[in-house]
């Protein structure tokens, strides 16, 4: 009898060891993935792998990106800061053909400003991976950077190991070659789709894990940005719903990421560790093509518009995650740094250089106290915005304001700025008071 209650005892203990175990994380993140762009939105796309996280998870309904750009949005997710504190307005462009830079900053010809924008990721910025290595997690990073040439790679921001990443922000097609010179995966047989190779090496990597450490896989994709080049196989039932042979192209890149999704998932459940892993899906900015019923996307001057700024974000955290479950909360992509260290530490996140804020209360139905949410690029004359709650305000060098209320008009079709007065000034004042701290003045750049 007492050798059976020892038994139970010690079966018990291991249980709840095992419950204690700090989660594996995947971080899956796309490349011009609109908010429209998944099944569970628009039916017309074939996504049942992220349809079935969003079932399992909380998808976050308006999920945003501070600055709606490649480089910037992966600065922020990466350091929870906000881009433009960090000096980059704009995506990191090449200064040579083999995608490396000499000079600390770019300008963009048509930016009304002309601002300058850093050319890479500083080393001495904090990532979450640096973060989560120091509690004991092994870094895991394929596919797209965009932040940096070589001596800004993942290896050098805390990633324990990178595959598929190169100097560009896209590559040349998603058949070789990928990339015309400094091509980092040229041993890849010329059938073979540059999402698939991607994957290929994810499903590797968890079914070869052999470390007693947690790990972090971060599947960065270069897709579903163009050159638009769907996998072959996918193509034809795109054009079978009658879809233009661009758009057929870009549907067949969407359920190609999807199915990267799948196997990943799978991967997990057949090494047995899917219950102890957390899935964070989301994208770097809104559409290029149309995110009805939202107005905006990627470029065309309404970026910050909410077809351009908000994106698909879905959370998967096994024991955690109530399924099926819809958070209507404004939410930024800064967010993921702080909840992904709360996720690995198992404390809420102290780290003071940050603006974003930790999920989890979010995800346990706990309170979450309201914010503005702040937003900045240069590119053109649209160039910030702030939402607070259900209440939207953009603004324009040229001195036009936009004020919209996207609970109620989620399309931003009715201008609000000459009606709810009140509110616009207000507002106002709140973008105009976060200029004036965070974006970065003249003398803060080291310019030559």
Known sequence: ???????????????????????????????????????YQNQD????NIDQLKKEGVNFDRAYVATPTCS???????????????????????????GRNTEKYNYWKNDPVQMPSINWLP??????????????????????????????????????????TSNFGHPKSYYQPFFQVNNPLKEISDDQYLTDVLTDKAEDFIKNYDKKQPFSLNVWHYGVHGPHVGRK????????????????????????MDESLGRIRKALEEKGIADNTVIL??????????????????????TLGE??????????????????????????????????????????????QIQGKSLIPLLKGEKFEDRDLFFFRSYEDQYCSVISGDWKLIKY???????????????????LIFVKTAIAKKMAKKLSDWEQEAVPSKESYDCK
């Open 1 to 39: 009898m007492i050798k059976q209650v020892l038994i139970a005892f010690f079966a018990l203990a291991s249980l709840q060891g095992l419950a204690q175990e700090k989660p594996n994380v995947v971080v899956f993140f796309i490349d011009d993935l609109g908010w429209a762009d998944v099944g």
């Open 45 to 48: 796309f074939q996504t049942p």
């Open 72 to 98: 910037p949005s992966r600065a922020s997710i990466l350091t929870g800061k906000e881009a433009i504190r960090l000096q980059m307005p704009r995506h990191i462009t090449e200064e040579d053909k083999f």
């Open 123 to 164: 080393l001495e910025e904090v990532t979450y991976a640096e973060r989560l290595k120091d509690l004991g997690y092994y870094n895991m990073f394929i596919g797209k950077w965009h932040l940096g040439h070589e001596a800004y790679h993942p290896t050098h921001q805390g990633f324990d190991e990178q595959y598929g």
């Open 233 to 256: 196989d996918l193509i034809d039932q795109y054009k079978a719903k009658g879809w233009e042979d661009r758009y057929a192209e870009y549907g067949a890149m969407v359920t190609a």
């Open 281 to 302: 899906f989301t994208s770097d900015q809104g559409g290029y093509f149309t995110n009805f019923p939202l107005r905006g996307k990627k470029n065309g001057g309404n």
């Open 307 to 352: 077809g351009g700024a908000r994106v698909p974000f879905v959370l998967y955290y096994p024991g955690v995650t109530k399924a099926n479950t819809t958070c209507q909360v404004p939410i930024q992509t800064i967010d993921v740094y702080p909840t992904l260290v709360e996720i690995a530490s198992g404390k809420q996140c102290t780290d003071e």
């Open 397 to 415: 060098h040229s001195g036009l304001l936009q004020l919209y209320n996207v609970k109620e008009d989620m399309g931003e079709v009715n201008n």
